[in-house]
């Protein structure tokens, strides 16, 4: 039963854990579905709600590759919240698992977030930074990434030198690892950066390598927008060399792709509006006409501000050329408007610049647009140097952070091995006094001990001495004096004089006691234990019990002679005692030994006697005399008709 | 009996050496020297082949300038001799210490007491140790019980035992009864021994013997 019960629990934790686990397992699989599949309208919300499911289950890698993912798309869409959720999302995960990977990106939303608020030298500090990190970890793509956006955005902020370094140093990190797709925007970054520079032959060089590696694009449709790019990059640079003939067919090239307005409508506007400045320039304005128009009407539809302006502005340049004045003028206002619109300042000033040519108004309104046209230029020119100063310092400053960095490296490192071998010194002094102290004590204990040793050497050798002076004692007590009294007695027998003789024989018997009581005993003939057994014996009867333990579960054969002898003999004295005055029908006899002391005790259940009184006599006074010699305890406790304890404890050894 | 038994006895009283050759005389044909002291009877020991010693165990008479001191020195300087006299101590020491000790260690052929002994005894002594046998006085005997009756105390299967056996049968009922200390039971064969071994130390013909034996002596309820 119980059996079955165990095997229905265990299932149920089977089944639960499986369940559970399915359940991430489930969610798992939905982030990756949303992560890849994620399209079209519902893209963002499914990143997002990607997103939060990684959230959900605290899966770090997970959580890491949806923001990236959200992250970009919502700077696609230019959702600057978004960018700054996946930025910040980003900083917490690195600030848990310490991801590098996190942190560069954390940098690159900061990057885009500010690039989304036209703050680009904020955009291009981030940029750098999350630039080195990638470095750091040798993530080359992710490094020549920020490259590219780092000179991109020099490149706008006409900063050509800093964009020239940049693409260079992307270059580095990209094409060893055979990169093709960034790879080619930095050549065409290099290209239109030398295109301005008036390079135009170095441009078209770069320009055409950029075209090389991007038709080793596997990718078909990113192939064909880099083409349409190449067309058209090709097209300006000729263009701003004065050579439109050639500008032209590069441009028309690209244009006889095959549905290109519908399929690559940017790309086609780039194309057709070059193509018509390069016939306008051209002198041929009529040939421009039709596709002016066609983008025109296109942009309208699609409600293209930005580009209605540029459309508008070349459709005045047009007119111009074709002298008519009116129409010129009116798309210079419509440029005018949607390029404030769309709050583009170059756009407007090219709206200004043509109508302050325009015969349209008079002189006066002419000059005003005029006046704001120079304001416009000299404040867009400004915030361009202000850009350009402000990337240069940014860019001095990477570079000899950097330089200070290496520096600082060397120095923290020199520091490092020097705090180490201090740290190491230390640890060796600190060992060594340790080990001394060690040493010390160890020498302090072992004195101590020895000390302590020879003390206990010296007092069992007095004790000795002293036994031996009792043996002498006792000797001369029996051999000399109790033998003076026999001769005597026998004298004494022979006159006859049997009263004297009689108490004289007392006499003798309480000498021979004496001597008795004072002489020692030793264990070599007889075991300790052996002879404590006989004394119980000769006391031992129905009518005085006598029980004796813990004698025969100790080894008292390394015990000091000494010791036993001071337990044997206070075991006599006691027992002796309690059979002869104190009348006990009962006496009990504890032995015991631990590693430091031997324990006697002895309880009896006699008459008692009164502790205070000088007849307790002259052997309680050697029993405590000999115990305390060996640096023992005695404790006596006896209560009239209550019995006796006596408790002994002698240390055996230091 | 051809030839007369030779006998040494040393004690440091003369009034006792003399009483112990009268006793001797009136029983048979004894050729007996006598010694007041040890040094003199060992000599005579060694000169002559004496089959039998009586001695003293202490003695009181000792001076600086002499060698044995004791009964129990002389005993073994006699026994290291290696010479075949059988060696009786006849004393007054009953402390069951002296007598153990003496019996323990040097197993004389008798243990008597000189205040309780008559020539009776002593001829009886005689003829027992000549036999090869051993005797000890009565008092002797009580003392060495008492002591094994002690150790008997002491010992906490030996009791279990004791006290278990009237209860059965059978001594193989026993089993599964009596425990050593650590709580395993005790075989039949070594309850068997122990059983063996306690009626020698009481001095028991049989178990029911030990029993009463047992009882008589306090050693069970």
Known sequence: MQYKKHIFLFSFFLICNLVFSQNSMVEKDSILYYLNNATGKNKLKELKRAVSLAEKIQHDSLIRE????????????????????????????????????????????????????????????????????????????????????????????????????????????????????????????????????????????????????????????????????????????????????????????????DSIAVKYRSKYYLLVENLSDAYILQKKPEKAYQGLIAVNKLKFKNKDIKGLSTSHNLLSKYYYAIHNEEKAFRHAKKGLKYAKKSKHLLRETRALKLLAKSNMVSPKTANDYLKRY??????????????????????????????????????????????????????????????SLLLLGISVLVFKHRRKKMAFEAQLQKVEAREEERQQIAKALHDEVAGDLRLLHQQLEKEKQTTIAESLNAVKGNVRNLSHQLSSVSFDEVSFKDQLINLVSDYYSSGCKISLSGLKENNWSILENSIKRTVYLASRESVQNAHKYAKATQIKIWLSLDKNNAYLRIEDNGIGFNLSEKASGIGLKNQRERVQELGGNIEIVSRINKGTTIQIEIPIHV | MSNPLKIVVVDDHQLILDGIMASLKENGNYEVVSSTNCDAAFAKIKEGSFDLLFTDLSFDNSSFSTKIESGEQLIKAVQKEKSPIKIAVITGHTETNRLYNVIHNLKPSAY?????????????????????????????????????CVEIQMDEIAIQILSELPKQSKISNLVGVIHKADGSALKLRSIEGKLANLRIDLNAVNNTDLILKAKELGIID
Do not use: W
């Not at chain 2, 001829?123 to 036999?131: C, E, P, R, V």
């Open chain 1, 66 to 257: 949806t923001n990236i993912k959200f992250g970009l798309q919502s700077y696609f869409k230019k959702k600057h919240k978004n960018v700054e959720i996946a930025q910040q999302n980003l900083t917490k995960l690195y600030l848990c698992s310490h991801d590098s990977l996190a942190l560069a990106k954390v940098y690159h939303y900061k990057a885009l977030f500010h690039l989304l608020n036209f703050r680009s030298d904020s955009a291009l500090y981030n940029y750098v930074e999350s630039k080195n990190i990638s470095a750091r970890i040798k993530d080359s793509l992710e490094v020549g990434r920020r490259l590219l956006s780092m000179a991109n955005i020099q490149r706008d902020g006409k900063d050509y030198l800093g964009s020239e370094i940049s693409a260079i140093e992307g270059l580095r990190y990209l094409e060893p690892i055979n990169d093709y797709r960034y790879t080619g925007f930095l050549y065409t970054n290099l290209g239109l950066v030398s295109s301005k520079a008036g390079k135009y032959k170095e441009a078209r060089s770069y320009l055409n390598k950029s075209q090389e590696i991007n038709e080793k694009n596997p990718n078909r449709k990113r192939k064909i927008r880099a083409r349409l790019n190449y067309y058209n990059n090709m097209g300006t640079s000729y263009i701003n060399e004065g050579n439109y003939e050639k500008a032209i067919t590069f441009l028309k090239e690209g244009l006889d792709f």
């Open chain 1, 374 to 435: 120079i304001f416009l230029t000299d404040s867009l020119y400004k915030r361009e140097r202000a850009i350009r100063d402000q990337f240069a310092k940014i860019r001095y400053e990477t570079g000899k952070k950097e330089k200070e960095n290496t520096l600082l490296k060397n120095e923290n490192d020199e520091k490092q091995i020097q705090l180490e071998q201090e740290k190491q010194q230390k640890t060796i002094s600190f060992l060594l006094a340790l080990g």
């Open chain 2, 112 to 148: 008597l007491l000189k205040n309780k002994c008559d020539a009776t005894e002593l001829d009886f002594a005689i003829k027992k140790i000549m036999n090869n046998d051993v005797y000890y006085s009565h008092e002797v005997h009580q003392k060495l019980i008492k002591r094994a």
